[in-house]
């Protein structure tokens, strides 16, 4: 069992920018493939960003240059820095462990093969 909790939503103006943190319980943290994904009011949850145990990541391309996802074994936490914040980037975000790897990475913008996520943190991006 995997417990993750999200940290750092808030409310921003549209250009401004926005750390979120996600720390996991476990040993082996270092092992897994880690997701944000997001969920806006009346909207389906769409994938954000991965990175790979490797380190390798993958962005969605709404988000692509401007968000970057990070990650500290040492800490067991994965991060996602948002910059230059537009409104349509209000929603719930949420992190996301995958345990089975993929070389494929359409694998990971699929919530379904993600096993443990975090309660969410609120993002607010006044215009």
């Known amino acids: 069992q995997v417990q993750l909790v999200e940290s750092g939503g808030g409310l921003v103006q549209a250009g401004g920018s926005l750390s979120l943190s996600c720390a996991a319980s476990?040993?082996?943290?270092?092992?897994?493939?880690m997701g944000w994904f997001r969920q806006a009011p009346g909207k389906e949850r769409e994938f954000v960003a991965v990175?790979?145990?490797?380190?390798?990541?993958y962005y969605a391309d709404s988000v692509k240059g401007r968000f970057t996802i990070s990650r500290d074994n040492a800490k067991n936490t994965v991060y996602l820095q948002m910059n230059s914040l537009k409104p349509e980037d209000t929603a719930v975000y949420y992190c996301a462990v995958s345990e089975k790897s993929s070389m494929f990475w359409s694998y990971y913008t699929e919530g379904s093969n993600y096993n443990y996520w975090g309660q969410g943190t609120q993002v607010t991006v006044s215009s």
């Open positions: 476990g040993r082996t943290f270092s092992t897994y493939d």
């Open positions: 990175i790979s145990r490797s380190g390798s990541t």
